[in-house]
Structures are given as C-alpha cells and as structure tokens.
Nanobody, 126 residues
Framework: QVQLVESGGGLVQAGDSLRLSCAAS????????MGWLRQAPGKEREFVAA????????YYADSVEGRFTISRDNAKNAVYLQMNSLKPEDTAVYYC???????????????????WGQGTQVTVSS
C-alpha cells in the first residue's frame, strides 16, 4: 500500500513553468513505476508521463514530449513533474499514480495504475 499526495499546482500564464511534486508514503514506493496523469473538465483521464522504479526509463505523451520532465528521488519517496512552456490545453487536474506490477507497454493505460493521489489543479491562462 502507498499513499500519494500531490502539490505544486496553481494558476499560471501560457509559456510559464510549474513543478509538481508527489510525496509518497510506504516502504514499497521504490519498487513501483510512477506516473502523472491528468483530467481536464469534460474529458477522460489521460496519461502524461511515467518513470520506471529505478528512474532508468521515462515515457511521455506526445502532447507534452519536450516540454515536461518526470523524475523521482527514491530516497525521499518523491516524484516530480517539471512542466515548461505551458499551454492553455494543459489545464487539468494532475494526478500522481503508482503501478504495482507494470508490464512493458502498460505505462500509458490509466487502468494500469493502482494507487492515486487526490490531484492538484493546474490552470494555464492564455
């Protein structure tokens, strides 16, 4: 079991940057693939980025590739999402999530994630 708490959201202008943080509790955090997913009003939850348990591989949605960077610090039980060049279409609630038993291609599937935080709102104005 792991508990996840996101922070760092807010209201910014297009082109600005934000860094989201996810604090995890539980001894097994370092074993899990971690992901960031988001949900905009009226839309389904979607994959944003993921990182393997040891940080050696990362994955990104096409819409954020080159602008967002996911990282983790297992010693601090934390995952981060650095978001640069933000766009109004990035506006959403952002969730941190953990996948207990990831398969090679499952990182992009919302249903693959077992534990979720409560979410943090990111609003980008034009």
């Amino acid at each position: 079991q792991v508990q996840l708490v996101e922070s760092g959201g807010g209201l910014v202008q297009a082109g600005d940057s934000l860094r989201l943080s996810c604090a995890a509790s539980g001894r097994t955090f370092s074993r899990y693939r971690m992901g960031w997913l988001r949900q905009a009003p009226g839309k389904e939850r979607e994959f944003v980025a993921a990182i393997e348990w040891n940080g050696d591989r990362t994955y990104y949605a096409d819409s954020v590739e080159g602008r967002f960077t996911i990282s983790r610090d297992n010693a601090k039980n934390a995952v981060y999402l650095q978001m640069n060049s933000l766009k109004p279409e990035d506006t959403a609630v952002y969730y941190c999530a953990a996948d207990r038993a990831p398969s090679f291609s499952s990182y992009g599937r919302v249903s693959s994630y077992d534990y979720w935080g409560q979410g943090t709102q990111v609003t980008v104005s034009s």
